[in-house]
């Protein structure tokens, strides 16, 4: 998810700003929010490149959780496929699966439809 960190070697202009401590510990804080150095953050912002969030740490539980329950689902339509399973209707449980694979693109904002724990990129 997002751009890769460039090299050293990619990186061969330095560029001084002047800030107060205020607007350093500003900046700091939300690079330290998306997870990047304060100089690729800077980069970013200044190039109006788009700052992805790192989903949260319950957004990553939810996601593997939500695997798990997508990987079951899978296993019943296989076993009903397969003619092992009866009485379950395979259209409902491809339709839920189908569900868990769009939940879990949510939890990392892959989609515009992304939860408001994922909102409100710095």
Do not use: C, H, W
Not at 23 to 43: G, N, Q, V, Y
Not at 81 to 88: K, V
Not at 91 to 118: F, H, K, M, S, Y
């Amino acid at each position: 998810m997002g751009n890769r960190l460039l090299s050293a070697a990619e990186l061969r202009k330095k560029f001084d700003l002047y800030l107060t401590d205020g607007e350093r510990a500003a900046l700091e804080i939300k690079a330290r929010s998306a997870r990047l150095p304060m100089s690729t953050f800077l980069r970013r912002v200044a190039l109006s490149k788009k700052i992805e969030q790192p989903p949260s740490e319950i957004s990553r539980s939810q996601y593997a959780e939500l695997a798990r329950v997508g990987a079951n689902l899978n296993q019943i339509a296989a076993a009903i496929n397969a003619g092992i399973a009866d009485g379950i209707d395979v259209d409902v449980i491809n339709e839920l699966a189908a569900q868990v694979r769009l939940l879990r693109l949510q939890l990392v904002g892959a989609t515009g439809d992304e939860p408001a724990q994922n909102r409100g990129r710095p």
